[in-house]
């Protein structure tokens, strides 16, 4: 029986070097369960499709932009769809731009609801955005659908939620090109704190909250681009523009 050759100590550590170093040159980050992968040297990642082009069938529904996302209703906008309960992984889709192919044709759509009971790769689109991709009549077309970076007007914004305060702190963000993956504040020790978003999309933090304000944000999309945001003013119930928005593409 063959044997394969015994590396010694040293020998682990340039094979490593080697792989580690080609696998930074690689562009490309994950978009998996809202989490991306930083391609360092000396780090062995996992190759994931950074966009996958996701296929299933599109149904409507009479949206007017609200729903499990919590960013209310948008009668000017209602280019609009929810997700599968399948791949809603807690609102991590939330606000993600996606472009859809369907029989009759092609539309961008923004997510903004959750579709409870449907499975992998379905979209339930309005009734605006359906009619552009397939035949009301029919109900129930194949689709393929992949997230975008649109070219979107204006900067990310923060939106606190009414009811809110310094001891419990709700924080959506909106606006956004690309996916959010994370969203983190400054807290009174000068310290970056992670805040956990919930599945109705907004970033809690609670017991203590974030305090008075004005606080200094910190914004991770899917694809590793990051902005920060320093003297957010807290307003219950109102939102705040930020200064930058996600760059196109990933």
């Given at each position: 029986?063959?044997?394969a050759p015994e590396l010694k100590p040293w020998g682990y550590?340039?094979?490593v070097l080697l792989l580690g170093t080609l696998l930074s040159l690689s562009p490309g980050s994950g978009q998996g369960a809202g989490q991306h992968f930083a391609w360092l040297p000396l780090a062995i990642k996992p190759w994931v499709n950074t966009n996958p082009i996701h296929t299933g069938i599109a149904t409507p529904y009479h949206a007017d932009g609200d729903g499990s996302c919590m960013f209310g209703t948008s009668p000017d906008d209602l280019m609009v769809t929810a997700l599968n309960e399948v791949e809603w992984n807690d609102a991590a889709w939330c606000g993600a731009y996606v472009?859809?192919?369907?029989?009759?044709?092609?539309?961008?759509?923004?997510?903004?609801?959750?579709?409870?009971?449907?499975?992998?790769?379905?979209?339930?689109m309005s009734v605006e955005a359906f009619q552009l991709i397939g035949s009301l009549g029919e109900g129930r077309v194949d689709i393929t659908w992949q997230?975008?970076?649109?070219?979107?007007?204006?900067?990310?914004?923060?939106?606190?939620?009414?009811?809110?305060?310094?001891?419990?702190?709700?924080?959506q963000?909106?606006?956004?090109?690309?996916?959010?993956?994370?969203?983190?504040?400054?807290d009174e020790y000068g310290q970056w704190v992670t805040v956990p978003r919930t599945d109705y999309n907004f970033f809690i933090q609670y017991d203590p909250g974030m305090g008075p304000g004005p606080y200094t944000f910190r914004v991770t999309d899917w694809y590793g681009n990051v902005l920060t945001d320093s003297g957010i003013v807290f307003i219950e119930g109102g939102t705040v523009e930020g200064q930058g928005q996600f760059p196109q593409g990933p």
């Open positions: 029986m063959h044997k550590f340039v094979f472009h859809v192919t369907g029989p009759l044709g092609e539309v961008n759509v923004r997510i903004v609801d959750m579709c409870p009971g449907c499975q992998a790769g379905h979209l339930d997230v975008i970076s649109p070219d979107l007007q204006g900067p990310i914004a923060y939106h606190f939620m009414e009811s809110s305060s310094q001891w419990w702190t709700a924080v963000v909106r606006n956004h090109r690309n996916p959010v993956a994370k969203f983190e504040y400054v």
